[in-house]
């Protein structure tokens, strides 16, 4: 069972950063180079393909870190400091992704169905920080949970 739930939480660690890697690194260079009118309908249908994908991770990763943390070490105060710091930083992580799902991801998706294509475009930059700062500081919990019981 901790097998599975281990296999599970890399699963959608894995997807959700390496998603947010994605975007940054590769999607938002390529289409820098698009026109607002094209490259906002553009990010539109990459959001709505990729954020149900962050929803899966941002249940899976509590539930199976949850999971891992009562099965295995008993509960919170047997918990090695690396799985103190990855549990911070994904709840971190999670409480970003809900402002950005209900406040600047709502306002673009409204503003890109009304044609409103600068309102969206400023919208869009304020998504692209949120999803920076998640990349980085998922990163760090990657190579944190990943090191963490060498230390």
Known sequence: ?????????????????????????????????????????????????????????????????????????????????HIHLMHGIGLIMILIYLHLWFAPYKRFKNFLAEGDIPSAGANLNQIRIMVTVNLVIGLISSVIGSTGRYW
């Open 1 to 81: 069972m901790i097998t599975f739930a281990l296999g599970l939480h890399l699963f959608a660690a894995l997807v959700w950063v390496g998603g947010m890697f994605f975007a940054i690194m590769v999607l938002r260079l390529a289409a820098g180079e698009l026109q607002p009118p094209v490259r906002l309908p553009l990010w539109g249908r990459v959001f709505a393909k990729f954020f149900p994908w962050v929803w899966m991770a941002v249940i899976l990763l509590p539930l199976t870190g949850y999971l891992m943390i009562f099965s295995v070490w008993g509960g919170f105060s047997g918990l090695p400091l």
